[in-house]
Nanobody, 121 residues
Framework: QVQPVESGGGTVQAGGSLTLSCAYF??????VGWFRQAPGKEREFVAD????????LYADSVKGRFTISRDNAKNTVELQMNSLKPEDTAVYYC????????????????WGKGTLVTVSP
């Protein structure tokens, strides 16, 4: 399986916006999504979207600020991040096989190298 490639990270002031992009290989009917890992913390779920681009799930911490969308023709998934906060600082990863369980959301496919987002106060 080929790793996805994330891009679009950078440094932004609090209140600013960034758009992350993830490119992956091949047709994919599974949910795709974004996770993040802050320094010293475990990787956590951020958002995912189904094949139809209509069923979206967000972590409570980003709900109302982040928007996930996918382009099945281009095999990409984007994460539009608005009203960024310092606590959003993390390495962001996408995963092309996201599974929702009763208690958790997990990424089952190989992870890419991620893209770093830094939000300054």
């Amino acid at each position: 399986q080929v790793q996805p490639v994330e891009s679009g990270g950078g440094t932004v002031q609090a209140g600013g916006s960034l758009t992350l992009s993830c490119a992956y290989f091949g047709r994919n009917l599974r949910n795709v999504g974004w996770f993040r890992q802050a320094p010293g913390k475990e990787r956590e779920f951020v958002a995912d979207v189904d094949w139809t681009n209509s069923d979206r799930l967000y972590a409570d911490s980003v709900k109302g600020r982040f928007t996930i969308s996918r382009d099945n023709a281009k095999n990409t998934v984007e994460l539009q991040m608005n009203s960024l906060k310092p606590e959003d600082t993390a390495v962001y990863y996408c995963n092309i096989d996201v599974r929702r369980t009763e208690t958790n959301v997990v990424g089952m496919a190989y992870w890419g190298k991620g893209t770093l987002v830094t939000v300054s106060p």
